[in-house]
């Protein structure tokens, strides 16, 4: 098993910035990949970022590009995502996510065995 905890959500206004972390305990040695996705209430749940187990790739939605960045721990125990020039349509549940039956990179939410309880990002116009 492996346990996920989010932390780092909260208000902030259009334009600013705040960082996400996610931390792994349990079985993570068995895990290829560890992302973000979001969810908005009364839409599916999106891939966000991912970043190679490696830490050395790293992948995109095209609607953070330039304005967000994902990044690891070399003990690969910690997520982080950081989002700067935040916009209101930022606003979502964040999830940390892992499994070891897909590829770092996938960006279906399927394919992911563990989530955490999420944390809410809301961005104020």
């Known amino acids: 098993q492996v346990q996920l905890v989010e932390s780092g959500g909260g208000l902030v206004q259009a334009g600013g910035s705040l960082s996400l972390s996610c931390l792994a305990s349990?079985?993570?040695?068995?895990?290829?990949?560890m992302n973000w996705f979001r969810q908005v209430p009364g839409k599916e749940r999106e891939f966000v970022a991912a970043?190679?187990?490696?830490?050395?790739?790293?992948d995109y939605a095209d609607s953070v590009i330039g304005r967000f960045t994902i990044s690891r721990d070399n003990a690969k125990t910690t997520v982080w995502l950081q989002m700067n020039s935040l916009k209101p349509e930022d606003t979502a549940v964040y999830y940390c996510?892992?499994?070891?039956?897909?590829?770092?990179?996938?960006?279906?939410?399927?394919?992911?065995?563990?989530w955490g309880q999420g944390t809410q990002v809301t961005v104020s116009s």
């Open positions: 970043v190679s187990w490696s830490g050395g790739s790293t």
């Open positions: 349990g079985r993570t040695i068995r895990m290829h990949a």
């Open positions: 996510a892992a499994t070891g039956d897909a590829d770092w990179g996938n960006r279906n939410p399927n394919k992911y065995q563990y």
